[in-house]
Every structure is written in C-alpha cells, then in structure tokens.
C-alpha cells in the first residue's frame, strides 16, 4: 500500500518566520494530497489540498507545491503566528483502494512569541 | 453549517466488551469515513461508505464493522475490546466517494479499553 513518510517530527520557529514540512509518497498513482491541522484535542482540519494536475496552491500564509516526479510535497507556512501551534498532517489518496487517505506521522509545530 | 458530529466523545471500556460509536456527516454529503487515530500517529483508514454501501475497508480485523444509514449517519461496532483498540476515532465525511474526495473530520470518540 501507500507509503506516506513527512519530515520534520518537531519543527520551532520563531513568530513570523515561515516553517516548511515534507513529505514524501510511494503510490506514483496518488492524484490527491491533503493537508490537515490537528489541535489538542480535537479532530483533524483541511486546511489545504492539492491535486496531481497542478505544482502549487496557496490561500493567503499557506500554500503547498507538489514534485510528481520526485513523488514529493510540501507545506509552506509564511509569517507564522502562535495560533498555527498544532500538529500538521499530510496525506496522499491510495490508488489501490480508492477510498483510503493515507497519512505521515504527522508534524508538531511550535510558534513561539 | 453544523460540521462533522460524532458521540460519545469520551468512553472507557474493559477488555473483551463491544463499543458502538456514532458519526453524522455534514448535511448534503453521502460519504462517511471512519479512521483510527493511535496516539501520536497519523489517522489510519478502517471503512468508507457510501449511500449505506462499504466501499472501502483498511487493515482492520473482523472486529471492526460499520454500517451506513439511510440519512447517511453511520456507526462503527468493535467487538471483543482489545487493550490495543484505546485510540481516537475519527469520523469524515465527503461530498463523494472516493479518497480523493476532499474528507471533513468530526472531533473524534476517544475510546480507552482498560
């Protein structure tokens, strides 16, 4: 099945800075990557999704790029706030199933003031 | 718009008993998802279904089943509690069927199993 790997684990940055997070993918027939925000305690939210048809997306501070033949994407985060303190999730479809979202370990991010 | 429900929110259960847990999506949308979240990993994937069919189904024991309702709800069933079934369950919910679907999550049912 797919294989969903993301890097870092732990990411610090400073307010205001930008964070990046990686992740990379087996499936080369994966056409959808989502990207989900999780807080304490609650469940997780899309806060950005890119197709295989398009490289880049971005809404306002985030945006992702995707690298189809190097079967990689990421999330950049601009101008970073302490209320983008969470952990960061990428997923890809699994071509196999169909149905599935497969999912990296996940990424927590701190901002700190 | 109310988004993704799920209940109870919170369950402790022992060993070897049976839990239902239970999802409503967000209104219009005919595809429920259901994943199980371990802590400090990533959701993993166990059913999808859509208009009350099981389209999809993860690497889950015959423990684990769901069923779909005609107003699009659904409930997971986990049978014979295991110590290693303590974990969130998530609940998504698409427009479509389809894992390329954009997938809404609920707040998830955190389940421990003593």
């Known amino acids: 099945g797919e294989n969903v790997e993301q890097h870092p684990s732990t990411l610090s940055v400073q307010e205001g800075d930008s ?19 999780q807080e304490l305690g609650k469940g997780p939210q899309l806060i950005i999704d890119i197709r295989s048809n398009v490289g880049e997306k971005k809404d306002q501070r985030i945006a992702v790029t995707l ?11 601009t101008e970073t706030q302490p209320e983008d303190s969470a952990v960061y999730f990428c997923a890809a479809s699994d071509s196999n199933s169909g149905y599935a979202l497969n999912f990296g370990k996940g990424t927590s991010l701190l901002v700190t003031p | 718009d109310a988004g993704v429900t799920q209940s109870p929110t919170h369950l402790i259960k022992t060993r070897g008993q049976h839990v239902t847990l239970r999802c409503s999506p967000i209104s219009g949308h005919k595809s429920v998802s259901w994943y199980q979240q371990v802590l400090g990993q990533g959701p993993q994937f166990i059913f999808q279904y859509y208009e009350k069919e099981e389209r999809g189904r993860g690497n889950f024991p015959d423990r684990f089943s769901a069923r779909q309702f005609p107003n699009y709800s659904s409930e997971l069933n986990v049978n014979a509690l295991l110590l290693g079934d303590s974990a969130l369950y998530l609940c998504a919910s698409s427009p479509l069927a389809g894992g390329y679907n954009e997938q809404f999550f609920g707040p998830g049912t955190r389940l421990t199993v003593l």
Do not use: E
């Open chain 1, 19 to 37: 964070a990046v997070i990686k992740c990379t993918y087996s499936d080369s027939a994966s056409n959808y990557f989502p990207w989900y925000k």
């Open chain 1, 67 to 77: 690298n189809k033949t190097a079967k990689h994407f990421s999330l950049h985060i």
